[in-house]
């Protein structure tokens, strides 16, 4: 019995030190688990947004219809009847030369046949059309985002500024840290 009525007197004293002690570093002051670090909370009086600019880049697809001109395709008949002159001239040429009049021959129908196809593309018809030319331009546009707030708060009597990545309410969490005086 008597050794209940010690461990009852010692855990009473054990609470009492405790309230004690909370009571003494008032209300809102608590310790870390592992008693290394003290928290309180801090009234915040300002809260200011802070934002930056962001250029965002956007790819896009740019047309407008442009007129083309097409020439119809060179008529083969052109390019005989003009082979068949060159031909007759390289021929004619060649019999008044005495000598080699096949070569004449073959050599004046191939420039007729050239000349013949050139003349017969140039006559050749023109025609017209609209076509859509398309190019892919960037478009940039500025944005406007939060980055984070600028708090002002005060804590015995002193004010301090500092940023947080989320809106800290009413109140902000403050490590306070205790040394021995001199």
Known sequence: MQCFKQ??????????LSM???A???????????DADIYDYAPVTEVIPVYTDVQVRTPRTQCREEQVAYREPASPAGTLVGGLIG????????????????????????VGALVGNQISRTNAPV???????CRVVDEFTTRRELVGYDVRY???????LTRTDHHPGDSI??????????
């Open 154 to 160: 005060r804590y015995n009597d002193r004010s301090y």
């Open 24 to 34: 003494k570093a008032g209300p809102g002051v608590y310790t870390d688990s592992y």
């Open 127 to 133: 025609y017209y059309t609209t076509e859509p030319r």
């Open 20 to 22: 004690s002690v909370s």
């Open 173 to 182: 969490r403050v490590r306070v840290a205790v040394s021995p005086a001199p």
């Open 87 to 110: 031909a007759a001239i390289g021929n004619n040429l060649g019999s008044r030369r005495h000598h080699h009049r096949g070569g004449a021959t073959v050599a004046g129908a191939v």
């Open 7 to 16: 461990l009852v007197a010692g855990a009473a004293i054990v609470t009492l």
